[in-house]
């Protein structure tokens, strides 16, 4: 079993949509990080926290540290936002254990 | 600020080559990283690095060197091809560990090797 859950592997919504993606882990963690990588490859940091809940635009990433899961949200979703979701957890090594990735499909 | 840049796009080697991939960051950023990405799985950790002078082993380090003169750059080698190192390799750079200071990827690197 990874250490690093996502669900699902692969979303596709209309124009519009609210969207959720979930990150779930089995370690202690210090971090977890959300990664945007588009099609053509690069990757892009979303967001990085340890508790609580941050925006950012129509991006919203939460956490709950107990339960040892993540969700990242976006609102009115737009074709733009197709990409690869990607979550990470900075464990107790200091180093990033990377998820295998979401690919979000947004359809006009 | 360029951020990170990572040379070449894309490269073709024969097994048994070897080439470094270039990795520059302009942001005098202490932590650098290089990471595979294959298919179907979460990024691996190759090498690391903390600051000039010192840099240590990740997950996936065999068949791979690097070293880090310059706080700017990191280079990764690959001494000796062999179809395993087929992936996309990623430089990401960061001040610190700390949550205050996200993570920066260079546009990446597809390798082939045959």
């Known amino acids: 079993k990874n250490e690093v859950e996502q669900s699902p592997q692969n979303l596709t919504a209309q124009e519009g949509e609210f969207i959720t993606i979930n990150c779930s882990y089995s370690v202690g963690i210090s971090a977890l990080h959300w990664l945007q990588q588009h099609p053509g490859g690069g990757i892009v940091s979303l967001f990085m926290?340890?508790?609580g809940k941050k925006k950012h635009g129509r991006l919203i990433a939460t956490i709950n540290i107990q339960e040892k899961h993540s969700s990242l949200h976006i609102t009115a979703s737009h074709p733009r936002d197709s990409a690869v979701y990607i979550c990470a957890v900075r464990g107790a090594t200091n180093k990033l254990i990377f998820g295998t990735g979401t690919l979000l499909a947004v359809q006009p | 600020n360029a951020g990170v840049t990572q040379t070449p796009k894309f490269r073709i080697l024969k097994i048994g080559q070897s080439m470094t991939l270039q990795c520059t960051q302009d942001m005098n950023h202490n932590y650098m990283y290089w990471y595979r990405q294959d298919p179907g799985m979460g990024l691996k950790l190759i090498y690391y690095?903390?600051?000039?002078?010192?840099?240590d082993k990740g997950e996936v380090p065999n068949g791979y060197n690097v070293s880090r003169s310059t706080t700017e750059d990191f280079p990764l080698r690959l001494e000796l091809a062999a179809p395993s190192q087929t992936s996309v390799y990623f430089c990401a750079s960061s001040y610190s560990s700390s949550l205050n200071s996200p993570l920066h990827f260079g546009n990446g690197t597809r390798l082939t090797v045959t």
């Open positions: 926290l340890s508790s």
């Open positions: 690095s903390v600051g000039a002078g010192i840099t």
